[in-house]
């Protein structure tokens, strides 16, 4: 069966969803109070329809409780995604994933049931930011406000030694989950795995040991 998803909001954000769901093979219903948005998906999404999500009896209609994820990208108009998260949870939706705009907005959206939000421009920045700042990260990705994964590349300090030489863990706190290299990904290395010049390191742990980390060998 094919998952089927709604996504409210056709800006950049929900737009680029809606377009990698149908890539994944999903039904994706797509909905904006706006007809050129709608129209532009017209051909893309499985239906798109033009309403406002935050009346009740026309969710109801839309019949989107029956849908597994509704994910609300509403851009600028934190009301109606309040009000629209708000809807859903009480017509029954299973799981409601929101964009939000700042972190009051967040602390709502989470009060009133959204299981997941999301700050993409935000996560965005802190990727690039880190990115910017070592030419040996590749990418990162926020876990929590303390946790997170990053992707980093080998360098002279780290190649020709193998994992258990540099004992990350136990001096810096953090995991090496895999290593990449080239197309071969090798998932929970084993301690003798000796790196390579280029390798991929994909590492997990708290923010502050990945900073020490970054400073001390990445620097």
Do not use: C, W
């Not at 051909?43 to 109801?60: F, G, H, N």
Request: hydrophobic letters at 45%; proline letters at 1%; aromatic letters at 4%.
């Amino acid at each position: 069966m094919k998952k089927e998803f709604v996504v409210i909001g056709l800006g950049r954000f929900g737009g680029s969803i809606v377009r990698e769901l149908v890539n994944q093979g999903a039904d994706v219903m797509a909905i904006d109070k706006v007809p050129e948005r709608v129209d532009e998906f017209s051909s893309i999404a499985t239906q798109a329809v033009v309403a406002d999500t935050t009346d009740e009896a026309t969710l109801k209609s839309l019949g989107i409780r029956n849908f597994e994820h509704v994910i609300i990208a509403i851009g600028d108009d934190i009301q109606s995604s309040i009000l629209t998260t708000l809807m859903l949870k009480e017509i029954g939706v299973k799981k409601i994933t929101v964009k939000a705009q700042n972190d009051y907005h967040e602390k709502v959206l989470r009060k009133i049931g959204a299981d997941q939000v999301v700050h993409p421009e935000r996560d965005m920045g802190i990727r690039i930011a880190n990115n910017i700042i070592s030419n040996n990260v590749l990418d990162y990705l926020e876990l929590s406000d303390e946790h997170s994964i990053m992707e980093i590349r080998v360098n002279e300090k780290l190649a020709g030694y193998s994992i258990i030489d540099l004992d990350i863990r136990a001096r810096y706190g953090i995991n090496i989950v895999a290593v990449k290299r080239g197309n071969n990904i090798i998932v929970s290395p084993q301690a003798d795995e000796q790196l390579q010049l280029n390798d991929v390191l994909i590492i997990i742990g708290a923010d502050v040991d990945i900073n020490r980390f970054e400073k001390k060998v990445l620097s």
